[in-house]
Structure formats: C-alpha cells, structure tokens
C-alpha cells in the first residue's frame, strides 16, 4: 500500500544513497523463483496460505507478525488483540499483487528490478547455493544423500518443471533449472541488466558492480542460516568462519 507523502518517515523520502555502505545477498531471489509464480499467477495456492495465517491469527494461536494489520488481517501481537475474521480481506490482498508473494515472481522481481538499481557508492556481493545437478534427460534432480528441508522437494521439481516454459512473460531455459531448493541459481547470482563480475581475491573491489561469490554446491536455501549443517561450511567452526570472514571483507574495503 502506498505511503503517504506528507506524512512519513524521512527514511522513505529519498536522498539516502550514501546511507549504506555494503550489501550481501544470500541466495537471494534478485530475478524472482518460477516456485512462487506457483503460488501468486495461479491465485488460490496464495489465498490459501494468507487465509491459513489469518485464522491463527484470529485464534491468537499464531506469534508471527507479518504486518498485515493495515489489511485487517492480523494484529500487532504486542497489543494482544486478534484480527476479525475477515476472509474476503485475504483475497483482496492477494489479487492487489501488493505482497511478497507477488515480489518473488519473475514478474514481480523483474517489475522492482527496473525501479531499484544499484547505488554507485555501496559494494554489492552475492553468494549463492546449489542442492541440484543434472538429470539424465536435461532438467535437475537433488544431489544424492543430502538432507534437504523437506518443503524444498517439492518446489525443487516445480522450479525444475518450468523448465522450456513461459513463466511470467519470461522464457525459462535450462539454464534455470538449478536450484537451492526455493531459487533457481541464475536467479540468485545478480540482478539482471546490472553490472557484475566472478570475485577473485587479487582483484580490487569497486563499488556499483556485483561481485558474484563461488557457488557453494551440496547446500540448500536455509544452509547460510544453519551453524548445526556441515553440507554449506564443513563444520561449526566453518559457520563462524564464513561470517567473520565476510565481515573481515567489508570492513577491508
């Protein structure tokens, strides 16, 4: 929903460019996931999981806040009030296309992508995973004896099955079947039409330009956010050495 002009944080004027200093994406859907066109072009998988939330919330059996109260569809859960249940609410938020699950469609992603653009002051890494290889007949199939996040094996084979499709106007080749489970690698690597580059240790890093990290294969969309998986970082002590050296690398710049 649109916020008002005149009555607004100066954080949502405009003129903060400078205000961030680096950026790192993890396995982050910048040209949106062919799963959640699933969801939001075919408009009832989406209704039913908003609705879902909305009757835990109404029950006050559900903590979350997905800040839907300017929708009526939840409540603030510090006030400890609960949402009036409101079914026809759900279905106006879905069919606005103002949500995330809209966002995360190639559309959706492709529609912000002409809108946000890089700031030529902030350096932009990205770092992606990969829990797919090749299957016999061109599409992907999940590496053998990993342990992946059981919802992931099924956007998986849908992320694999848009495959030589049309996904939201875009055509998606084979290029588009690897995946973490929840988003196509291409789509994690940089936004599209931005300026991006493979990072190397020896190169001198300049801001305005994506450095695209190693692909760490075997992991799954959650691995970044996971101390207890060895599949992304080989060990705890590996988890905690992925971020301190990750901030070892912004704070060197």
């Not at 699933?38 to 879902?52: C, E, Q, T």
């Not at 409540?75 to 409101?86: G, I, L, V």
């Not at 995946?179 to 801001?207: C, M, R, W």
């Amino acid at each position: 929903m649109n916020a008002d002009p005149e009555n607004c944080s100066e954080l949502f004027r405009g003129n903060h460019e400078k205000g961030v200093r680096s950026v790192t994406t993890l396995s982050s859907p910048h040209n949106g996931s062919t799963a959640a066109n699933y969801a939001s072009d075919l408009v009832f998988p989406a209704i039913f999981m908003i609705l879902g939330y909305h009757i835990n919330s109404v029950s006050g059996k559900s903590n979350a806040d997905l800040m839907l109260d300017q929708w009526g569809i939840s409540k603030d859960p510090a006030s400890k009030e609960k949402a009036k249940f409101n079914p026809l609410a759900c279905i106006k938020l879905v069919l606005s296309n103002d949500h995330c699950a809209y966002d995360l469609t190639v559309q959706g992603a492709e529609k912000l992508n002409r809108k946000i653009k890089t700031v030529k002051s902030a350096y932009y890494f990205s770092y992606t995973a990969c829990v797919t290889e090749d299957a016999k007949f061109g599409y992907t199939k999940v590496i053998k004896d990993n342990d992946l996040f059981s919802p992931f094996r099924i956007s998986t084979i849908l992320i694999s099955g848009s495959v030589n499709m049309f996904v939201g106007g875009t055509f998606i080749d084979k290029s588009w079947g690897a995946n973490d489970g929840i988003v196509p690698l291409k789509s994690a690597l940089y936004p599209f039409g931005e300026d991006h580059v493979t990072y190397s240790e020896t190169q001198k890093i300049i801001p305005g330009v994506w450095y695209v990290m190693p692909t760490v294969y075997g992991a799954d969309h959650y691995d970044f956010c996971n101390a207890a998986d060895e599949k992304a970082f080989g060990s705890f002590r590996g988890f905690f050495d992925f971020y301190s050296n990750l901030a070892k690398l912004i704070s060197g710049i």
